[in-house]
């Protein structure tokens, strides 16, 4: 028997207002909550992308940032950060940073599924080859920051929105084409 997973919930101020099991709050009216999203890169400067699980309940099958999760109630979102670098991709990150401490967004998937989320973006390394937990991701590939940006703008429906707005923000869409 699985354990249930919690997320923490949050008003609109960010605040922290209670918890909820977290199969609850990706529906079509998700109540806001906290999650955090990581951009890994390898010392050689290319940032990790993964492809979402095709049985996932948001976005399968899109391609998105490194990876993704849920703080647990009370669990440091850093420690989050690591416990889903290894639970997702079998990698230990190190130099994490917090690049947007203030990312929030709200987007509707094609099954009308919502995503609403407090989500501070972190940049990390790892010297690590993933190891691709299969219930989380079906693909990953490491890329050059600049192509992903021209991907992006190309083609920005073939990713997960946050990572189209992330990367906004991080500045990757500054090559002219």
Wanted: charged share 25%.
């Amino acid at each position: 028997m699985s354990e249930i997973e919690y997320v923490v919930l949050l008003d609109e101020e960010g605040r922290e207002i209670g918890t909820a099991p977290k199969s609850s709050v990706h529906g079509t009216a998700t109540a806001l909550h906290l999650a955090f999203s990581c951009h890994v890169y390898n010392p050689r400067g290319e940032t990790l992308v993964t492809r979402r699980a095709l049985d996932k309940g948001t976005w399968p099958g899109v391609w998105s940032n490194s990876f993704c999760g849920h703080p647990r109630p009370a669990e440091p979102v850093l420690g989050a950060v690591h416990r889903r670098a290894e639970h997702e991709l079998g990698i230990t990150i190190r130099d994490v940073r917090l690049a947007l401490p203030l990312f929030r967004y709200r987007a509707v998937d094609a099954s009308g599924v919502v995503e609403h989320e407090v989500c501070p973006v972190y940049t990390a390394i790892t010297d690590d080859e993933p190891e691709l937990n299969p219930r989380e991701v079906v693909e990953a590939r490491w890329t050059d920051p600049a192509d992903l940006g021209d991907a992006l703008q190309a083609a920005p429906w073939a990713f997960s929105p946050w990572l189209v707005l992330q990367a906004e923000q991080l500045g990757l869409f500054t090559r002219q084409g």
